[in-house]
């Protein structure tokens, strides 16, 4: 299986905080994206990196992956009670390009 | 302007009956799916399609049956609804790259209780 793990299955910060969720995977990918699920609504795509970098940036986010570790990880810094979701990594799958997502982290972030 | 929108947003039948859910996406995109998302949050792909080709059908009970008429849309039927499909259901698509897999756009979700 390419499964992601999340780690941990969830996480409560404060604003202002940073936060940082981990994810680990099987077997060899493509790429590995992070997307987020506010409560009742669709995925949002956060940010793609290829198997080919090592760390990707966006705004207040910031991912790195490691392909020999198989693990990749997300920072968000600064965070605001906006970015209370669930945060979920997913490896692409084979040649029909479907996600294989993680279980997810939970984040709560108090004002 | 929605990108990818799915109808109905909640759906409350009973068991053994036939439901649709349609999905329509206005991005151009080539590739659609359908993810089911259970109680636990976990998300699963069921069907992958590729300029209305079937490309992954993720061992899902023949009650399921994609349809894609054109490339913009992707309905789902499903046939003799049981206790188990109760989740919810998203549709996404995304553009055929050709590298190894894009960013998808997902619906905002069907979600689907059988009594």
């Known amino acids: 299986s390419q499964q992601g793990e999340e780690d941990p299955q969830a996480l409560s910060i404060q604003e202002g905080e940073n936060a940082t969720m981990n994810c680990s995977y099987k077997t060899s990918i493509n790429n590995l994206q992070w997307y987020r699920q506010n409560s009742g609504r669709g995925l949002v795509h956060l940010i793609l990196i290829r198997s080919n970098e090592r760390e990707k940036h966006s705004g207040r986010l910031r991912v790195t992956l490691d392909t020999s570790k198989k693990s990749s990880s997300l920072l968000i810094t600064a965070s605001r009670a906006a970015d209370t979701a669930s945060y979920f990594c997913?490896?692409?799958?084979?040649?029909?390009?479907?996600?294989?997502f993680g279980k997810g982290t939970s984040l709560l972030v108090t004002p | 302007d929605t990108a990818v929108s799915q109808t109905p947003k909640y759906l409350v039948t009973q068991m053994g009956n036939d439901k649709s859910i349609k999905c329509e996406q206005n991005l151009g995109h080539d590739t659609m799916y359908w993810y089911k998302q259970d109680s636990k949050k976990f998300l699963k792909i069921m069907f992958s399609y590729n300029n209305k080709e079937l490309i992954i059908n993720e061992t899902v009970p023949n009650r399921f049956s994609p349809k894609s008429p054109d490339k913009a849309h992707l309905n789902l039927h499903i046939n003799s609804l049981e206790l188990g499909d109760s989740a919810v259901y998203f549709c996404?698509?995304?553009?055929?790259?050709?590298?190894?897999?894009?960013?998808?756009?997902f619906g905002p979700g069907t979600r689907l209780t059988v009594l």
């Open positions: 996404a698509s995304s553009q055929d790259p050709g590298g190894g897999g894009d960013e998808q756009f």
């Open positions: 997913a490896t692409v799958k084979g040649s029909g390009y479907a996600l294989n």
